[in-house]
């Protein structure tokens, strides 16, 4: 029986695996042919592997037979050069030593056997995102890189911690050893440097995963073949995150790629002669960050980078996007792609989350298409980030130093966008404390000993603001437990995320993996510190004190922060509150001083605002407010 032929001028971009075979579609406009070799024609170019132009600059073909693992790749004669390329949207490589380059694998994503267990993404305003790189979050022994099935073993650990979104920094395969992820290359294939491949390993791995979704009373994979493939391994770290109720964001480039782009790549694609940067088919002779900037200019350009994200839903259930320098984008002539771009995936995926980075900060970016914005939902904010560590770095000057509070407290209270939970906030990310940067906060809380009381005091001042403010909180890997180590992704003692103290070499670390995790949780059970509501009570430079209110509009759930700076605790410190009567002390960072702290400056459980109108509020009290600490305070 005669397979019958499909359609090809609907086919889909790349190659697909189909009823019956596999179909190859490429765009490649100025080319003269195009051919696909594999180990099924044995890499051969004739007639009968030959694309036919189907229009638009695109050649497509169907071969019968063919089926998920088959290797392949795009054979080009063009104007200036011919050979092979490789697939722009393989959905996975395969690395061959005796090929320079790398061929590419069919994969039918449709065969991986995810486990259907009702997840869905958190409310945006809910979000907590804790941000980490797969090379270097998690190294098993015997390896020098970490992989997605590293990711995987610490996946009840972050459970623990109570975040309930990852951000992976980019994962699209790049040209270098090591990397950040900024130079992708392959933007359709996961980085094989993050995959296991060796049998014995792989089944290690297996038991390993499989355990892990056991605990969580799911079913295991069945084999290990389920895991086979850098594409796999991916797909189970989001599986097993989804089994654990944590979502998982891609950090997205598309604002350059490349900085090393080989011969098979996407650079030159229909092999026009090298030479004028403008005539690499995908970008201009602009550049940026070592790499080559988008053509955003061209629809097959703007369409690529769309088809790119929307993939990332449809074969890997992603729960929403960070999108890198967006204000790039923007400089380049990129604005309408980011507008088509994030309409798309609204119309695919409205609960997933549509985050920018653009500097310096624009509403324009979170402002709807249809009044001329980009569409995003969220974006980066400095504000919080840039303040606090002012301030911090202030107080380390000595106790009578003056420390600009107000700069703090403009930064808790900013309205500069539509909503406050659309600013993405942080203390630490992966540009700021990159080996050679700014210090991490335990580092800057004193320079000296990042150990002391000091250090540890000051850390649980800047984390407590930063999880009781507006926004998206974001939590870099490490800062959960004080880690004082700048990072690099090039792995070496003196970056890596020093794991071993919380095996019990450092105390200090498990007290404060401890106070990050009840935080998270007082954030997660006072709807008011996810709500919009949020007005500054009192603020004073001298006394290093801050006094917020936070509410969900319409609904009340009052709390009141009360932080400080100050080298020793201050006592019947009277503070403005929104109502009279018992106010619960719901949270003390003292106590978290090595836990439990014996001599905790606390509040007895709770005050009574049965004091007169202060700070502009209708009732007040005298609090008790821990050194470089803070208490929060919820209607009993």
Not at 492 to 509: C, E, F, K, V, Y
Request: net charge negative; proline share 5%; hydrophobic share 40%.
């Amino acid at each position: 029986m005669t397979t019958p032929q499909p359609d090809l001028r609907n086919a889909p971009v790349g190659g697909t695996v189909v009823s019956g075979g596999a179909i190859f579609r490429i765009w490649a406009p100025r080319a003269k042919e195009v051919y696909v070799s594999g180990d099924f024609n044995g890499w051969k170019q004739d007639q009968s592997c030959l694309l036919n132009p189907i229009g638009g600059g695109h050649w497509a073909g169907f071969f019968p037979d063919l089926k998920d693992g088959d290797e392949y790749l795009f054979y080009v004669d063009g104007p200036g050069t011919n050979g092979y390329k490789r697939d722009p949207r393989a959905r996975v490589l395969s690395f061959i030593p005796e090929f320079p380059g790398s061929h590419c694998v069919l994969r039918d994503a449709s065969r991986f056997p995810w486990h259907e267990t009702g997840f869905r993404t958190p409310a945006f305003n809910e979000m907590i995102i804790y941000q980490f790189h797969v090379g270097t979050y998690l190294i098993a022994a015997g390896r020098d890189e970490g992989s997605f099935l590293d990711v995987v073993g610490r996946v009840p650990y972050l459970a623990a911690l109570g975040v309930n979104a990852i951000e992976a920094l980019p994962v699209q395969e790049f040209e270098t050893k090591y990397s950040l992820g900024y130079n992708g290359s392959d933007y359709f294939s996961p980085e094989n440097l993050y995959s296991i491949s060796d049998e014995t390993e792989l089944q290690k791995y297996f038991d390993t995963v499989n355990a892990i979704l056991r605990k969580a009373g799911q079913p295991a994979y069945a084999g290990r073949d389920v895991l086979r493939g850098a594409d796999n391994q991916l797909r189970a770290m989001i599986d097993v995150c989804h089994v654990y109720g944590i979502a998982v964001i891609f950090d997205l480039v598309y604002n350059h790629a490349g900085g090393g782009f080989d011969e098979y790549s996407m650079w030159f694609l229909d092999r026009m002669p090298y030479g004028n940067a403008n005539d690499s088919l995908y970008f201009t002779d602009q550049g940026w960050a070592g790499g080559e900037i988008f053509a955003y200019w061209n629809n097959d350009v703007k369409q690529f980078l769309i088809d790119n994200a929307v993939s990332c839903y449809e074969e890997y259930r992603l729960d929403g996007f960070r999108f890198d320098e967006v204000s790039v984008m923007d400089r380049f002539g990129g604005w309408q792609t980011c507008q088509y771009m994030a309409d798309t995936l609204h119309a695919r995926k409205p609960e997933a989350i549509q985050v920018a980075e653009y500097w310096p900060v624009n509403p324009a970016v979170v402002r709807a298409t249809s009044e001329g914005g980009a569409g995003f939902d969220a974006t980066w904010h400095d504000g919080l980030r840039i303040s606090i560590r002012a301030a911090i770095g202030q107080a380390v000057t000595g106790a009578s130093a003056p420390v600009d509070m107000d700069a703090v407290a403009r930064a808790v209270a900013d309205t500069g966008l539509p909503n406050r939970w659309r600013a993405v906030t942080c203390l630490e990310n992966h540009d700021i404390v990159y080996a050679g940067r700014d210090m991490r906060i335990a580092r800057l809380a004193d320079g000296i000993n990042s150990r002391s009381w000091y250090a540890r005091s000051r850390s649980r001042f800047g984390m407590g603001l930063l999880l009781t403010s507006p926004g998206i909180p974001l939590i870099f890997m490490g800062q959960e437990f004080l880690e004082d180590k700048q990072w690099s992704d090039t792995p070496g003692p003196s970056t890596l995320i020093g794991w071993q103290g919380l095996d019990g070499a450092d105390r200090t670390m498990s007290d404060f993996l401890r106070f990050t995790a009840e935080l998270i949780s007082l954030r997660k059970s006072q709807p008011a510190l996810c709500g919009e509501g949020c007005s500054i009570i009192h603020v004073h430079n001298q006394n290093r004190v801050l006094a917020y209110q936070r509410w969900v509009e319409g609904a009340g759930n009052d709390v009141v922060v009360v932080a400080s700076l100050s080298e020793f605790n201050r006592y019947n410190y009277r503070v403005g509150f929104p109502s009279g009567g018992r106010w619960s002390e719901v949270f003390n960072s003292d106590v978290f001083d090595n836990r439990e702290n014996p001599t905790v400056a606390g509040n007895g459980g709770g005050v009574d605002a049965s004091g007169p109108p202060l700070h502009g509020l209708q009732a007040s009290a005298s609090v008790t407010i821990p050194a470089n600490g803070f208490v929060v305070f919820a209607r009993s």
